[in-house]
Structure formats: C-alpha cells, structure tokens
C-alpha cells in the first residue's frame, strides 16, 4: 500500500498542478491531506476543489479552522472567495487520522490546534515524545504532521516523528513538498517513508499573488515562495 501524505497547499495552484503530476506518476493507492487547503495564497478556490476531489482523507489546520470560523476580520477576502459552503465544510474538518501500516500505529495531524505551540523534528525530545500517545491514551508507533512547512524526520525511542513538508508554502527550499509512505496494508511488514520535492512554476505563483494585491500581507506570501524564508 502506498500513501500520498500532503499539505499546505496554501491557495498555490501551480505548486497544487506539479504535485498532480507527479502523483499522476507514483500512483498512489491513498491520499491524505493533512491540513491547510487555504490562506495565504490567491487561488484558494482552486486547491479546495482539487483537495476535495483527490483526497481520501482531509484534515483541518489552523487556516482552515480560522477562515471557516471567520476569527481574523482581515480575512475577509478568503470568505469572499471561498462562500459559506466552503468555510462551513472547513471548519468541521477533523483534527486527525489513524491508521495501521506494517503493523505501525500511525497518528497523523496538521500541527496546530492538536499542537498548542507548534512543535518542530529540532524540538526537545520530551516535547516531541509527548504526541506519541493521543487523547484518549492510545500509543503509536509513527507520528506524521504538517503545518511546519519543512520537511524533516526524526527517530524517537517512541518511533518515527515526521513532517510531509508544504505543497504551496515550503520552508527551506521553496519547492513544492510532499511524503509517500508505503507498507502492508495488514499484518506487519517492511515499513518505508520518503520525502519528495518538485520543482514547478514559481514564476506563475509569483504572478497570480502580484495580480490579486488585496489579499492581507501577500508581499509576505511572495518573498516566502521566491526564497523559502518565513516573513512573517
């Protein structure tokens, strides 16, 4: 069994259409998007819909969960733009997702809000060991989020804690970033987790984000996506 693990698409469509493309070529059997479908970028539309549509599993992140609960009154352009029925289905998301692999326990989640302060692989060990049981006590054996932007692996004496890197808002290099992980689907067996990083048209994100100026701190945004800096 082969599983996409993406997120943080972040309203970037020609970063959302390379990934396309690739999964087009790894085939994977599953997709899971981990959070933050929207914000930031200009073609939230576009990344919704293609989440939607192509993923099996879709879980909230803190961009979703504050345009769909309208929290920040500067986001007004993203309710403009997405309508009621999207911010509606955005703020039901759910918070996780569990599954079995090889016989692994795997949790996987956005970051924040599971995360009070967001939590990175360079963390302290006992900061990072502590997702490795949920809320209700249960123990797993893989830990996979996103919302950090930047791929990374860590080994824990819990397991594997893991970031699946953003697709449309990537830290470090600004590519487009995603994991596949890959295993039997029962009983226990070989257990394999790889990044993958893309190039794709940044030139063209550039310009969608230059021709839509009103959204809040999209200079931000631009300067994220051209050198893979936060700016914020």
Same mark, same amino acid.
């Given at each position: 069994? =082969?599983?996409?693990?993406?997120?943080?698409?972040?309203?970037?469509?020609?970063?959302?259409?390379?990934?396309?493309?690739?999964?087009?070529?790894?085939?994977?059997?599953?997709?899971?998007? #981990?959070?933050?479908?929207?914000?930031?970028?200009?073609?939230?539309? #576009?990344? +919704?819909?293609?989440?939607?549509?192509?993923?099996?599993?879709?879980?909230?992140?803190?961009?979703?969960?504050?345009? $769909?609960?309208?929290?920040?009154?500067?986001?007004?352009?993203?309710?403009?733009?997405? $309508?009621?029925?999207? #911010?509606?289905?955005?703020?039901?998301?759910?918070?996780?997702?569990?599954?079995?692999?090889?016989?692994? @326990?795997?949790?996987?989640?956005?970051?924040?809000?599971?995360?009070?302060?967001?939590?990175?692989?360079?963390?302290?060990?006992?900061?990072?060991?502590?997702?490795?049981?949920?809320?209700?006590?249960? =123990?797993?054996?893989?830990?996979?989020?996103?919302?950090?932007?930047?791929?990374?692996?860590?080994?824990?004496?819990?397991?594997?804690?893991?970031?699946?890197?953003?697709?449309?808002?990537?830290?470090?290099?600004?590519?487009?970033? +995603?994991?596949?992980?890959? $295993?039997?689907?029962?009983?226990?067996?070989?257990?394999?987790? =790889?990044?993958?990083? #893309?190039?794709?048209?940044?030139? @063209?994100?550039?310009?969608?984000?230059?021709?839509?100026?009103?959204?809040?701190?999209?200079?931000?945004?631009?300067?994220?996506? @051209?050198?893979?800096?936060?700016?914020?």
């Amino acid at each position: 069994m =082969r599983i996409a693990l993406i997120a943080d698409l972040h309203g970037n469509w020609p970063a959302t259409q390379a990934l396309e493309r690739d999964l087009a070529m790894q085939n994977p059997d599953r997709i899971i998007c #981990l959070g933050d479908l929207v914000g930031k970028g200009p073609s939230n539309v #576009l990344t +919704y819909e293609w989440v939607m549509a192509h993923c099996h599993v879709v879980l909230g992140g803190n961009w979703d969960y504050g345009l $769909g609960e309208k929290r920040f009154p500067m986001d007004g352009f993203y309710w403009q733009q997405l $309508g009621e029925a999207r #911010l509606e289905r955005l703020r039901n998301l759910p918070r996780e997702h569990h599954l079995n692999v090889s016989g692994r @326990q795997i949790r996987l989640f956005h970051g924040r809000p599971v995360m009070e302060d967001l939590v990175t692989i360079r963390h302290d060990s006992q900061a990072i060991q502590a997702f490795f049981q949920g809320e209700d006590g249960r =123990r797993f054996d893989v830990v996979g989020y996103g919302d950090a932007h930047r791929q990374g692996l860590r080994t824990m004496n819990p397991g594997l804690f893991f970031n699946c890197g953003s697709v449309g808002n990537a830290l470090g290099e600004p590519r487009c970033c +995603y994991a596949l992980m890959e $295993g039997e689907e029962r009983g226990s067996g070989p257990f394999e987790l =790889r990044f993958r990083s #893309l190039d794709y048209d940044r030139r @063209q994100a550039v310009l969608d984000a230059e021709n839509t100026p009103e959204i809040p701190r999209i200079d931000r945004y631009i300067i994220e996506i @051209q050198t893979g800096v936060y700016s914020r």
